[in-house]
Structure formats: structure tokens, C-alpha cells
């Protein structure tokens, strides 16, 4: 392990361990300070996330990095890049799960959280990302103002590292109660917290991450994907899931142009809407449009 991987990282190598056990990089009860255990799970990372270290790896040394289980500046910037904590293996997160026919249509949510957001901002960009996957597949997610008629509760708070968000997933259980957690520390957009908040409400309904950086579920959070795509729609089917049985009404915007795809936000966002889930805010300067 190279001697100056914790000032790369910027903070201590037993954090990041404890980060890539949680990623589902390296198993559960195996010793966290062997250096080849560590290597390992670096490199299992490395490997996931190849296009982006390469990526990293032409802005630090003019080339792609080899995955060799090595903590660089490249690999750093690879490790501290914000995202979803929900482990990357189906060995670590567990089997496919989902929300059985009898309740999938009546899965309430609830949350109470204290962003760096209006609550007006929070309100519908939270609907938003609901009506998203109402729309995808045979669901109906909806809002309920007591947390103990929900289903899915969501609540903010301070998290360590570069964790966005986490949520628990679907326990192929009428009765399961789901929480997922949005941290507090992260200077919020609406735009931002819709992206997250759909992936992790992708999570609740059963979705693991998927290893292409075009899905909504992919673990790093893209400023150009808040909404299901083919793939995240594709997977939940083979999971169980079938069509949307009626098409929700749009999130309202603030303004609506000459276009009815095109919106304004409460926030000042604007999005154009289209079938793959993006938006027109910008080109991508980091593979995968990462915020």
C-alpha cells in the first residue's frame, strides 16, 4: 500500500476500509489492517469504477491508471467522489427484493428532513422523484402526513465521509418499514435532491446498484439523470415489477414555457424532460456527469 495514501485521501486509511466494507468491496469479519485485504478491495473499487479512474487518471498523469489495488492521487479522488453508500455487490446488499403485489400500489412515504432547502424546494422535487417511477413501472408511490402509515420514512442528518444518502431496500414484505437517511452536510440543489432522492427511492422499491453509468442506479449521483432510465426500468421488471398501470400527472413547475417539457423550478432550476431522463443544464466535464 503506498505510504502516502492517507494524505491522498486527505483523511485516515482506516476510514476508507471501513468505506469499502460498507461498498461491499471487502468482506464482512476479514481483517481490515492486512495490507493485501486492503489492496484487494481497493482494486475490486478500482475495477467497478474503471472509466472514472482512467478518467482521473489522464487529469493526474496524462494516462489511464492500471487497477492494482494502489491508493494514487487518482484513485483518491476516485474513493472521495460523493455518493450512495447502499453496497455496489449483490454478496454484500443481499438477493433481489421487492414490494409484493398485494401493497405495490399503496407504498407511502413519509419524511422530515432539514436540508439546505426551502421546504417548498424539498416538497416537490420529493414528488417529482416519486411521480418518476409511478410512471416507469407498476407502482404507486405517494405522500402520507403520519410517519406511522408509511412505508418509506426519509430523515436528513449528519453522515461521515462522501455519503450522499442511504436507504434500505425492499423486504418482499407488506409489513417492512424503510428508512433512508440524507445527510445534512451536503450543499443541496433541487436538482441535486431530486437526482438522489430518485435513486434512493430506486433502492426502496428493491434496485441494487447497476454498474453502467447511464442507470439512475449507478452510485454516484449524475446531475443529468433525476429519473428512471431503460436500464433502472429493465431490472426492476426482472425483479417482479410490471408496467405502470396509469400515467401520474407531471410534477407542477413554477412556469411552464413554450414547450410543456421544458420547466421552471420553485428553486430557479430548469429542466428539459426527455425519454433517457436528462436535462439540458450543461455539458458533462467528469464521466458520468457527476455533480
Excluded at 401493497?103 to 439546505?116: A, P, S, V
Aim: glycine share 8%.
Amino acid at each position: 500500500m503506498n505510504e502516502h495514501a492517507e494524505e491522498f485521501l486527505g483523511c485516515a486509511l482506516a476510514d476508507t476500509v471501513n468505506d469499502l466494507w460498507t461498498w461491499g468491496h471487502v468482506d464482512k469479519g476479514t481483517d481490515a489492517e492486512d495490507p493485501a485485504i486492503i489492496a484487494a478491495g481497493v482494486r475490486s473499487y478500482q475495477e467497478f469504477f474503471k472509466p472514472h479512474l482512467d478518467w482521473f487518471g489522464r487529469q493526474e498523469h496524462g494516462r489511464a491508471i492500471v487497477a492494482d489495488g494502489e491508493i494514487g492521487p487518482a484513485t483518491a479522488r476516485l474513493l472521495n467522489m460523493p455518493r450512495c453508500s447502499c453496497p455496489d455487490h449483490e454478496e454484500a446488499r443481499g438477493s433481489a427484493r421487492n414490494w409484493p403485489e398485494e401493497c405495490r400500489f399503496d407504498i407511502g412515504t413519509h419524511y422530515k428532513l432539514r436540508l439546505n432547502l426551502k421546504a417548498e424546494v424539498v416538497d416537490e422535487r420529493w414528488q417529482a422523484a416519486l411521480a418518476e417511477w409511478n410512471r416507469a413501472v407498476g407502482v404507486r408511490l405517494h405522500v402520507v402526513t403520519d410517519r406511522s402509515d408509511s412505508r418509506i420514512w426519509a430523515t436528513s442528518g449528519p453522515i461521515s465521509g462522501s455519503t450522499l444518502a442511504w436507504s434500505q431496500l425492499a423486504q418482499n414484505s407488506c409489513s417492512a418499514k424503510l428508512e433512508e437517511r440524507y445527510n445534512t452536510r451536503i450543499n443541496w440543489t433541487g436538482q441535486y435532491f431530486q437526482a438522489v432522492a430518485a435513486h434512493e427511492l430506486g433502492h426502496a422499491l428493491g434496485l441494487g446498484h447497476i454498474q453502467d453509468s447511464r442507470a439512475l442506479l449507478y452510485p454516484y449521483a449524475r446531475k443529468d439523470i433525476y429519473q428512471p432510465t431503460s436500464l433502472d426500468i429493465k431490472q426492476l421488471k426482472r425483479q417482479g415489477y410490471g408496467d405502470p398501470i396509469e400515467t401520474p400527472d407531471p410534477p407542477t413547475p413554477k412556469k411552464t414555457f413554450i414547450q410543456s417539457t421544458v420547466v421552471t423550478w420553485s428553486d430557479g432550476t430548469v429542466n428539459r424532460h426527455d425519454s433517457g431522463g436528462g436535462s439540458t443544464d450543461g455539458e458533462d466535464d467528469v464521466p458520468g456527469g457527476i455533480f
